[in-house]
């Protein structure tokens, strides 16, 4: 952020890989693996020199290789764990009903997002994976805006202008960025300046959609929303989500920096928030960053959860600090 480094997207373009966007996905893959092992050298030799300046880039690089993949992707969608299948480049819907041109509710320089980040330039676009009943920007995720549709060179062109002025980060959110990894990968090929990715998102995403962040994302700024599946399923049609949420969450802190949001939830502290504070503290260790968030207000169709009807009362937020002391952890800010 202070420019020390070159931002990981712009390591990953120097890195060259032979490749088809007609090979077999299968061999797309292999080499996939092959240049992110490359570009974990690179990165390192980079890193060690201490300088902001980039190597020079390659053509095609690994950064292309994604774009490809993911473009591949599209085409039977794999970014979310529900894998519908469609085919969104030839106008086919998923559970998103989202298509293949990125839509753009608003872009704008964000100061209320975790200290470190701010000023972020935030990118809200349209569309969700879930139905949270409480979501705090339905008209956003389930698409009630119809959002403006955006080419990549667009939104790049505005996110270089807001990093010249002071912008620490590109932050993609929404919404959740997943159901357009594929537009956000094309941005990153076209942005000329150096500033971190930030990857915004409710942290259900699928395997595939985590190889192609391997690398390519700076920080992961996540979700940690439900403790056990039946609350996940139930709030927001989420199926399979704590497999799938710590699956994601210790890939992030394997490949990135990573920052953990847990919006707490009235009445779901001993069924949620308490299995994901021992959970992070025995697999992600006490030190990794926390923001416990007690921004919580009844919004949507919220009333259709009884227990969530009202706002988190003055002992639910004392004792949500005081469990998180309790699991030792030593780096959390509410």
């Given at each position: ?53 980039a190597p020079d880039p ?9 774009h490809a993949i993911a ?187 990573l920052i953990i949001r ?73």
């Amino acid at each position: 952020m202070e420019n020390r480094l070159p931002a990981r997207f712009r390591v990953m373009k120097a890195v060259s890989v032979d490749f088809s966007p007609d090979d077999p996905l299968k061999d797309l893959w292999h080499k996939h693996d092959q240049a992110l092992s490359e570009f974990v050298k690179l990165d390192q030799e980079v890193c060690e020199r201490g300088k902001p300046e980039a190597p020079d880039p390659a053509s095609p690089s690994l950064l292309d290789l994604k774009h490809a993949i993911a473009l591949r992707l599209l085409e039977s969608c794999r970014f979310c764990p529900r894998y519908c299948g469609v085919n969104r480049r030839a106008g086919q819907r998923g559970y998103c009903q989202l298509g293949d041109q990125i839509l753009v509710s608003t872009a704008f320089d964000h100061w209320g997002e975790e200290p470190e980040l701010v000023p972020s330039f935030t990118v809200f676009t349209i569309g969700c994976n879930l139905r949270c009943l409480h979501c705090q920007n339905w008209t956003i995720s389930q698409r009630f805006e119809s959002g403006t549709p955006y080419t990549p060179r667009e939104i790049a062109f505005m996110v270089d202008k807001a990093r010249r002025e002071g912008c620490r980060n590109l932050n993609m959110v929404g919404g959740d960025p997943t159901p357009w990894l594929h537009a956000w990968l094309e941005v990153s090929k076209y942005l000329k300046t150096n500033i971190p990715l930030v990857w915004n998102s409710n942290s259900y995403y699928s395997e595939e959609t985590a190889k192609l962040l391997a690398g390519w994302i700076d920080v992961y700024l996540l979700d940690f929303k439900y403790g056990n599946d039946t609350c996940a399923k139930r709030i927001s049609d989420a199926p399979g989500y704590w497999e799938v949420c710590t699956r994601n969450h210790l890939i992030a802190k394997k490949w990135g920096e990573l920052i953990i949001r847990i919006l707490v939830l009235p009445q779901h502290l001993d069924c949620c928030l308490v299995p994901i504070l021992e959970w992070i503290a025995n697999n992600l260790g006490r030190d990794v960053r926390v923001n416990i968030m007690f921004q919580y207000r009844p919004e949507w169709r919220a009333h259709e959860i009884p227990e969530l009807r009202r706002r988190l009362t003055r002992q639910e937020m004392q004792r949500a600090v005081e469990e998180a002391k309790r699991v030792g952890l030593t780096n959390y800010i509410t």
